[in-house]
């Protein structure tokens, strides 16, 4: 071989060795950002809201002018939240996609936790699971609602983390969610708080994180 195959052969030598480096360095930042357009995809399919928000969804105009408008303090680094028709809205300040929706009730009372049982119920459909009579959970991986038959069947054998949640909604309530006793039931029972704090909120700490990691890796 002569001297201008050898140089040849050292030039594509360097080019490939200098391919393979930015493989290495752009390829898992290409795979990490194709991961989090695929998570947010998903969520988004989901179609989990309320007031016209969606988990995962960009402000429309409309939705941004109010946001303007009704800017609430306290946000976290990256994102901004507002308030619309009694719903607090966090999205991310980058990309204006909703990351979480909640709405809190001081004072409430027993048919106002009902209500809003109701509300949520009506729009997400039969609970996954009631914890300590006071938390309404409802669980969602990419293909829907995870039923209560399915979360409990993988809880026992510690196997929740398979199920492939990415969305959650969440309600607590300082007082019991159960219905209360009737007749002698309630006979030996301890007195119950009849008003409290009542929450739910929306969102998927999967996406909150992947947001919340792209905050500071930049």
């Known amino acids: 071989m002569g001297c201008v195959g050898v140089k040849r052969m050292k030039i594509l030598a360097g080019a490939v060795a200098t391919f393979v480096v930015l493989c290495l ?29 969606v988990i995962g969804q960009k402000l429309t105009v409309d939705q941004k002018r109010i946001g303007e408008k009704n800017t609430e303090p306290g946000a976290y680094e990256g994102t901004y939240k507002f308030g619309d028709n009694n719903v607090i809205v966090v999205v991310d300040k980058e990309t204006d996609r909703v990351l979480a929706l909640y709405r809190q009730k001081k004072d409430a009372d027993k048919s106002q936790l009902k209500a809003m049982v109701v509300e949520l119920m009506d729009t997400f459909g039969e609970p996954t699971v009631l914890a300590h009579d006071k938390i309404l959970y409802w669980a969602f991986n990419k293909y829907g609602a995870v039923s209560e038959d399915d979360f409990n069947k993988a809880k026992k054998v510690n196997q929740t983390p398979n199920l492939g949640i990415i969305a959650t909604v969440k309600l607590n ?17 301890q007195p119950k708080l009849s ?24």
Request: charged residues 30%.
């Open 173 to 189: 309530s300082d007082f019991e969610i159960t219905p209360d006793a009737k007749g002698d039931d309630k006979k030996e029972e």
């Open 25 to 53: 360095v752009v390829c898992p930042a290409m795979g990490s950002k194709q991961k989090k357009t695929d998570l947010v995809e998903q969520v988004v399919a989901l179609n989990l809201g309320m007031n016209g928000y």
């Open 195 to 218: 008003k409290g704090t009542v929450y739910y909120i929306i969102t998927s700490d999967l996406l909150v994180q992947q947001f919340m990691k792209g905050h500071k890796e930049q």
